[in-house]
């Protein structure tokens, strides 16, 4: 009996004394672990990995971030080379700016060389008759057309419609100063203002007007009645 209980004793102490299981299964893990041949590496090969694993991941994101950086500025470069105020569209402007002034410039310069007195004279001696009116005064149409109705001219009177004359403000401010006449139509002979259409009417209802007009001709205006 006693030897079987130093049997049992010796049994349990061979069986408790030797290396642990987790000592043992640490050491079974592979190759890289601290008690392999190889050595020298901090942890088993699942932790290295999983540290690989995560080292890849994070050149990957770093990658990422270049493109998106490289991307960005791409298009900040396409957004500066498309800016309104690139250096392309200034000098558009400016010259447009330039080319505004100097039209300006030009009309300035015409209107004062514009001498409505010079104009007066050279529309007075193209016809014996030149009638001063405007295209939607009523009374301009009227003397118009009782001329046009009644009698023929030669050579035909000249209209001016100082509402449609390049410089007709200047020409009529003239015109009224020189003739003393503020309205429209004001019916010019040889130089002379003769009057409006109350008084071409006047003397075409007492027979006077056909007279009237080829003495206002001076040899050069011949009337007839139509």
């Given at each position: 009996?006693?030897?079987?209980?130093?049997?049992?004793?010796?049994?349990?102490?061979?069986?408790?004394?030797?290396?642990?299981?987790?000592?043992?299964?640490?050491?079974?893990?592979?190759?890289?672990?601290?008690?392999?041949?190889?050595?020298?590496?901090?942890?088993?090969p699942?932790?290295e990995?999983?540290?690989?694993?995560?080292?890849?991941?994070?050149?990957?994101?770093?990658?990422?971030?270049?493109?998106?950086?490289?991307?960005?500025?791409?298009?900040?470069?396409?957004?500066?080379?498309?800016?309104?105020?690139?250096?392309?569209?200034?000098?558009?402007?400016?010259?447009?700016?330039?080319?505004?002034?100097?039209?300006?410039?030009?009309?300035?310069a015409?209107?004062?060389?514009?001498?409505?007195?010079?104009?007066?004279?050279?529309?007075?001696?193209?016809?014996?008759?030149?009638?001063?009116?405007?295209?939607?005064?009523?009374?301009?149409?009227?003397?118009?057309?009782?001329?046009?109705?009644?009698?023929?001219l030669?050579?035909?009177?000249?209209a001016?419609?100082?509402?449609?004359?390049?410089?007709?403000?200047k020409?009529?401010?003239?015109?009224?100063?020189?003739?003393?006449?503020?309205?429209?139509?004001?019916?010019?002979?040889?130089?002379?203002?003769?009057?409006?259409?109350?008084?071409?009417?006047?003397?075409?209802?007492?027979?006077?007007?056909?007279?009237?007009?080829?003495?206002?001709?001076?040899?050069?205006?011949?009337?007839?009645?139509?």
């Amino acid at each position: 009996m006693l030897t079987g209980v130093l049997f049992t004793i010796l049994y349990f102490l061979s069986h408790f004394s030797g290396p642990s299981s987790a000592d043992s299964a640490f050491r079974q893990v592979g190759p890289g672990s601290r008690n392999s041949k190889g050595g020298g590496n901090l942890g088993p090969p699942i932790m290295e990995a999983e540290m690989n694993g995560n080292t890849n991941n994070i050149e990957k994101a770093e990658a990422g971030n270049k493109a998106m950086d490289t991307t960005s500025n791409s298009g900040t470069s396409n957004e500066n080379a498309q800016l309104p105020g690139s250096k392309d569209q200034t000098d558009s402007n400016s010259n447009s700016l330039s080319n505004k002034e100097g039209q300006e410039d030009a009309e300035e310069a015409a209107d004062a060389e514009y001498s409505p007195a010079k104009e007066f004279q050279k529309l007075v001696k193209s016809a014996p008759i030149v009638i001063f009116s405007k295209s939607y005064c009523p009374f301009s149409k009227n003397l118009k057309k009782l001329l046009d109705k009644n009698y023929r001219l030669d050579p035909a009177y000249v209209a001016v419609e100082v509402d449609q004359h390049p410089n007709g403000d200047k020409l009529y401010s003239y015109i009224k100063k020189l003739t003393g006449r503020n309205t429209v139509p004001n019916l010019i002979a040889n130089g002379d203002s003769k009057g409006g259409f109350d008084d071409m009417l006047a003397l075409h209802n007492s027979n006077e007007l056909e007279s009237k007009l080829i003495e206002w001709g001076v040899g050069e205006l011949q009337v007839s009645k139509v």
